[in-house]
């Protein structure tokens, strides 16, 4: 018996994520957060639990609040966000 490497028609085969883990969507969004523009978020804390994201902590504006969802929920694999993040200063 012969046995030929195995070839991919000239493409490396490549892995796909189905269902990211929680440390990888958490990884996701503090990254998506850290790099937004228009927001700080160094005091901000993220907790995933299946696609949902707990975002927690302070921002100086309130307009950061709305932005840091709007970024979570921009991330691939997040579904729903429960946005517990204050602001600093008042409207």
Request: no cysteine.
């Amino acid at each position: 018996m012969v046995f030929k490497p195995q070839t991919f028609h000239e493409q490396e085969p490549t892995v796909e994520r189905e269902v990211p883990t929680q440390a990888v969507l958490e990884s996701d969004v503090a990254a998506a957060l850290a790099g937004a523009g228009g927001l700080d978020a160094t005091d901000v804390t993220v907790v995933v639990k299946g696609s949902q994201v707990n975002l927690a902590g302070t921002v100086l504006r309130p307009q950061e609040v709305a932005r840091a969802e709007e970024v979570a929920l921009s991330v691939p694999g997040i579904r729903s966000v429960v946005n517990s993040i204050t602001a600093q200063q008042p409207l």
